[in-house]
């Protein structure tokens, strides 16, 4: 091979090299157009969530009343929250709380979906009426749910009263306290489940529940083998989203009973409140909120393991 063969093939390769990156340009171009148009996102994220956290787990490790300068105190606040007996109260409060919601919710905005999923009269303003108690203000309904179960003159005791049965103090009473504000959640958030379950039930073909017909299943087990493992991207987004939502409750305990009566109802949520902007230790109010976010970090992971390899997306 003589030295112009050499010298051409040497650029003959130069120029395949070039040719083969040159698909590289529009990826780098389309990845940058991507990120501009995800920047807004991006900094409201990092802004408002990631920041916050951040500012939270710093300031945990500090002593502040909020007026004169913090004092860093290490790891004292955690060492003190884990010997407080109070915040292990909370802590199982605000456990029983999700227990008494999540189950409850779930179950009735399944059956009210498989309801309104069916062809009847009336469906879609059945389905306008269970979602407006979702959009009212949760301090507004605690007002009203707190003289519905008044009692003396609360419409609960007086119905009760109708039939010869006398009602408990509802929000005076230890055994009762936790189960009212669990039901007055219950009923205003069991429209909004219901929705997003309605849709994954509505997006599920209808040729895989004739199939089974002709195949002689009845509809408990249609139930079983079709609607309940394609309805399952759904109930994973509810149960994650209602159990964030359960374990951040604070307005209806705020309004009803002030996390009484004697601690019945003190979540942490609104033990954080009282630490933070009624005793002016907002240090230790930080390291109850860590608490309270890896809490429910260890929970959603959870979930996540547990629906990632028994949730199908694709319906076709």
């Known amino acids: 091979m003589n030295v112009i063969d050499n010298i051409s093939l040497r650029g003959g390769t130069a120029r395949g090299q070039r040719r083969a990156r040159r698909p590289l340009a529009p990826r780098i171009r389309a990845l940058v157009e ?14 408002f969530l990631v920041a916050p956290i951040f500012g939270v787990a710093v300031l ?5 009343n909020l007026m ?15 010997a407080d007996p109070e915040v ?10 999700v227990l008494l919601n999540i189950p409850a919710q779930t179950v009735l905005a399944l059956l009210l979906a498989l309801a309104l999923n069916r062809r009847m009269r009336g469906g879609k303003a059945l389905r306008v009426i269970f979602v407006l108690p979702w959009m009212a203000m949760p301090v507004a309904l605690g007002v009203i749910w707190t003289w519905v179960f008044d009692p003396r003159y609360g419409a609960v005791n007086q119905l009760l009263g109708l039939v010869g049965i006398d009602g408990p103090n509802w929000l005076t009473d230890p055994a009762w ?41 009845t509809p408990v087990q249609r139930f079983f083998t079709i609607t309940l493992p ?9 149960l994650v989203t209602n159990t964030i939502g359960s374990f951040q409750i604070f307005d209806t305990v705020f309004v009803m009973t002030q996390g009484g009566p004697g601690g019945a109802t003190d979540v942490l949520n609104f033990h954080i409140y009282q630490q933070g902007f009624q005793l002016f230790r907002s240090g230790y109010a930080s390291a109850l909120a860590m608490v309270l976010f890896g809490l429910i970090l260890l929970i959603t992971a959870a979930q996540f393991l547990y629906f990632r390899k028994r949730t199908v997306y694709d319906f076709s």
Do not use: C, K
């Open 68 to 82: 004169g300068a913090p004092s860093f105190v290490g790891l004292a606040n955690y060492r003190e929250l884990a």
């Open 230 to 238: 394609l309805l399952r991207p759904s109930l994973f987004f509810v």
């Open 88 to 97: 292990w109260r909370a802590v199982l409060n605000t456990i029983y709380y």
């Open 177 to 217: 306290a936790m189960p009212v504000i669990a039901s007055v959640n219950i009923w205003q958030y069991t429209g909004y489940t219901m929705l997003i379950l309605l849709a994954g039930l509505q997006a599920i073909p209808h040729q895989l529940y004739e199939a089974a017909a002709i195949d002689g299943t």
């Open 34 to 47: 991507a990120y501009i148009l995800l920047a807004p996102s991006l900094a409201g994220f990092l802004l």
């Open 60 to 64: 945990s490790l500090f002593d502040w």
